[in-house]
């Protein structure tokens, strides 16, 4: 029998926006330009190995001109964390969106494909964060690391709003901290974690074999915590 999973409806946020066209100031793109030049140096080295030089060289900006948006490599730190961590939270809610309807297996299979569509496209802002959880031994060490505290927070209570779950708040606890952990680890060290399989790294083997491992691992656990007594059956 189909498990439904009913999850609110988010309210519509459409009518709270400006509507009026607004021109781009020269500055905002400015700053965004150095922005993605900055991720694209913090995803390949850790913070207290980049440097502003680096992202200069990566965007061809001067040095003054960075300095002029962002004073310290610091500043820069936290806003790309600011902006990658924004991303990946609303990029969660649309992987949660329309799965009310699904079992709990095609419920999480269509989770997991969404999730890793996004990252497989998108795989700076996850390579940049567990670069830096390798590299720091606190994350105090780390400009903007509260940043990470509320994505995880946030993730955490976005899932439990939209997810009936029957257990224990340590319980719950466990299980999302683990997905995101081991999600963290498979494709922010993916390259690495390919490569000690024997597989291509960003290869569509790659990207099945994380798949059905996660499947593998979590679908009992789902099934326990959204239907406590109950064996984790695929056709449920």
């Given at each position: 029998?189909?498990?439904?999973?009913?999850?609110?409806?988010?309210?519509?946020?459409?009518?709270?926006?400006?509507k009026t066209p607004v021109m781009v100031?020269?500055?905002?793109?400015?700053?965004?330009?150095?922005?993605?030049?900055?991720?694209?140096?913090?995803?390949?080295?850790?913070?207290?190995?980049?440097?502003?030089?680096?992202?200069?060289?990566?965007?061809?900006?001067?040095?003054?001109?960075?300095?002029?948006?962002?004073?310290?490599?610091?500043?820069?730190?936290?806003?790309?964390?600011?902006?990658?961590?924004?991303?990946?939270?609303?990029?969660?809610?649309?992987?949660?969106?329309?799965?009310?309807?699904?079992?709990?297996?095609?419920?999480?299979?269509?989770y997991i494909d969404r999730f890793l569509?996004?990252?497989?496209?998108?795989?700076?802002?996850?390579?940049?964060?567990?670069?830096?959880?390798?590299?720091?031994?606190?994350?105090?060490e780390l400009p903007g690391h509260q940043?990470?505290?509320?994505?995880?927070?946030?993730?955490?209570?976005?899932?439990?709003?939209?997810?009936?779950?029957?257990?224990?708040?340590?319980?719950?606890?466990?299980?999302?901290?683990?997905?995101?952990?081991?999600?963290?680890?498979?494709?922010?060290?993916?390259?690495?974690?390919?490569?000690?399989?024997?597989?291509?790294?960003?290869?569509?083997?790659?990207?099945?074999?994380?798949?059905?491992?996660?499947?593998?691992?979590?679908?009992?656990?789902?099934?326990?915590?959204?239907?406590?007594?109950?064996?984790?059956?695929?056709?449920?």
């Amino acid at each position: 029998m189909t498990k439904q999973v009913t999850i609110p409806k988010s309210a519509s946020s459409a009518s709270a926006r400006n509507k009026t066209p607004v021109m781009v100031k020269k500055a905002d793109v400015t700053r965004q330009r150095i922005l993605n030049a900055a991720r694209k140096v913090f995803a390949r080295f850790p913070y207290h190995a980049a440097s502003i030089r680096m992202v200069g060289n990566e965007g061809g900006f001067d040095h003054p001109i960075i300095n002029y948006y962002f004073p310290t490599k610091a500043e820069l730190f936290k806003a790309v964390l600011a902006e990658i961590c924004e991303e990946f939270f609303q990029a969660n809610l649309a992987c949660l969106s329309g799965i009310e309807h699904l079992s709990i297996l095609d419920g999480l299979a269509l989770y997991i494909d969404r999730f890793l569509d996004y990252n497989f496209k998108n795989p700076a802002p996850l390579r940049i964060i567990m670069l830096n959880f390798v590299q720091s031994n606190t994350l105090d060490e780390l400009p903007g690391h509260q940043h990470i505290h509320e994505l995880l927070r946030d993730t955490r209570r976005t899932f439990e709003e939209k997810i009936p779950l029957q257990a224990e708040a340590e319980a719950i606890g466990m299980f999302i901290h683990s997905f995101n952990m081991l999600v963290m680890n498979y494709l922010g060290a993916g390259d690495c974690q390919a490569q000690t399989l024997g597989l291509e790294p960003g290869s569509n083997a790659y990207r099945v074999w994380v798949k059905d491992t996660l499947i593998f691992i979590f679908f009992p656990l789902l099934v326990k915590l959204l239907l406590p007594g109950r064996g984790a059956r695929t056709s449920d």
